[in-house]
């Protein structure tokens, strides 16, 4: 339990928002993706995050319980979204089966743009607890100068 | 109640900041988890904490007849309560995290840290002068 351990719960927040901005950034990059390596059109991908104790050290883990209370965050895995492509009518477009529609990938631009800002809100707000943990460290080592 | 060997004052303010520290600990962390789906947000007692350590809550402290024998002093480290918050209102996802309440929690907490740090530093600095009989710049 030090100031190392709020810090590092804050980056790892920071680090999960990250990859959280990467997938929203490959679903609006790939928002009119119709042709993938696994066939059919782009799916859109969400991160699942996940609470994970922070325990750097084995001498942590015996620490006390206490510590268990403290978590950091995790980006378990990345959940593919199965909701159905958007079939549009375009005859003309190399993918279009027989009746002339054409599968695009099932993300809603609107959707991750609201997503994004959320992301970037949350990234924020684990700078500011990690500048908060700094300016707390600087304060104590103040002490006695 | 026998202190940091300087006066009470000091182990009070160092207790007081162990605790703002755990506190902080707790608050990032809740920061860190505001969009884990089920997250419950944690929060620390630190009023309570701090008066049991203080042996100011009207419970005895353990007498010790014995000079070998520990009591536990304002100094000693302190394992306050962490509990998830009662007054958390689930998201749909299950998280009860308030993202404005934990940053306003995380600035107060830190203004006090550093009050007591701030208040720390002067009473060190009173010694200082005492110890060199007024002489050192303090």
């Not at chain 1, 924020?124 to 990690?130: R, S």
């Amino acid at each position: 339990m030090d100031f190392f351990s709020s810090m590092r719960v804050s980056a790892s927040g920071l680090e999960a928002q990250t990859k959280r901005m990467n997938t929203i950034s490959s679903n609006i990059a790939n928002a009119e993706t119709t042709e993938t390596d696994e066939g059919g059109p782009y799916k859109r991908k969400d991160p699942i995050f996940t609470a994970v104790t922070d325990k750097e050290t084995f001498g942590e883990i015996l620490q006390n319980q206490m510590d268990e209370k403290i978590q950091g965050v995790l980006v378990e895995d990345v959940h593919v979204d199965e909701r159905p492509p958007r079939m549009v009518y375009n005859p003309s477009h190399p993918s279009a089966n027989e009746e002339g529609y054409v599968a695009m990938p099932n993300v809603n631009t609107v959707e991750e743009m609201a997503n994004m800002i959320s992301a970037q809100r949350s990234y924020e707000a684990n700078v500011t607890a990690l500048n908060a943990a700094k300016a707390m460290a600087q304060k104590a080592l103040e002490i006695g100068r | 109640m026998s202190g940091s060997g300087f006066d009470a004052t000091i182990g009070a303010l160092n207790t007081s900041m162990n605790l703002r520290l755990m506190n902080q600990n707790v608050i990032s962390s809740n920061i860190a988890n505001a969009d884990t789906p089920g997250f419950k947000a944690q929060k620390m007692e630190f009023e309570g904490a701090l008066r049991q350590a203080l042996a100011i809550d009207g419970n005895l402290q353990m007498e010790t007849d014995h000079p070998e024998q520990m009591a536990l002093s304002p100094t000693d480290p302190v394992q306050p309560a962490i509990f998830d918050d009662p007054n958390g209102i689930a998201s749909l996802d299950g998280n009860t995290v308030n993202r404005g309440e934990e940053m306003a929690r995380m600035v107060e907490n830190q203004q006090l840290y550093e009050a007591s740090a701030e208040m720390l530093k002067k009473k060190l600095g009173m010694l200082k002068y005492t110890i060199t009989e007024g002489g050192g710049n303090r």
